[in-house]
């Protein structure tokens, strides 16, 4: 019998949304940002280098998609844009463009991995 994708989603998706309750509730809401960084990272990697859908769907819709948070990344957005917007937009400017960096290298890396991999073997 073959489990449905939408199972290794909600699996993952509940690890990584449980990862970043406990990281924001340890920490202030600019931990958003090397969260969201991060996640963006492992999305690239995984989305190169996994093949087996089931895995790849796990990790990332389901784990990255829970950890990473566009919503509460917006709603911190409008938090810090009350005192300060030079800093908010700062904040939004950073997220954007390194989250776009960090699927890219993850891309990469997972391309050169494959290349070590099969050199090795």
Do not use: H, W, Y
Not at 31 to 53: E, H, T, W, Y
């Amino acid at each position: 019998m073959q489990l449905p994708p939408v199972l290794f989603a909600s699996l993952g998706g509940a690890l990584g949304a449980a990862i970043r309750f406990l990281c924001l509730e340890a920490a202030s809401g600019f931990l958003i940002l090397p969260i969201n960084v991060s996640g963006s990272l492992i999305f690239g990697f995984a989305s190169a280098f996994i093949k087996d859908k089931n895995i790849k769907t796990a990790i990332t819709s389901g784990f990255c998609g829970g950890l990473t948070t566009f919503s509460g990344f917006a709603a911190f957005f409008c938090k810090i844009s009350e005192t300060s917007f030079f800093e908010a937009a700062v904040f939004a400017f950073l997220n954007l463009t390194l989250c776009v960096i960090a699927v890219f290298c993850g891309e990469f890396l997972a391309k050169k991995k494959g290349i070590l991999c099969k050199r090795q073997s």
